[in-house]
């Protein structure tokens, strides 16, 4: 059910690069944060450990140069998707 959701299957994101010198570089992903009151279900939850949300966002701006293209959100509802009972829809969103 999940897969039919999405308009495209899902694909991992790629890390950016950051530093101009070899050993300065480092590789950093978007990250995204919540406090505990927007999702307290993350109290129980393992760091390092992967799971599913699905988040309902505004685009707030974009923008686009021949180095890089930007698009910024607004979270306005996030929820948990229960992995255990789609788990084999989870599996076919990367397929």
Do not use: C, R
């Amino acid at each position: 059910m999940l897969a039919k959701l999405l308009e495209k299957k899902m694909k991992e994101v790629e890390p950016e690069k950051m530093g101009d010198e070899p050993m300065a570089s480092h590789e950093y992903y978007p990250s995204v944060n919540f406090n505990l009151k927007q999702l307290p279900e993350s109290k129980n939850w393992k760091v390092g450990k992967d799971y599913y949300l699905a988040i309902k966002v505004t685009m707030t701006s974009y923008s686009e140069s021949e180095e890089h293209s930007n698009a910024n959100f607004e979270v306005k509802e996030v929820g948990v998707i229960n992995k255990d009972v789609e788990k084999e829809d989870l599996k076919k969103l990367y397929e």
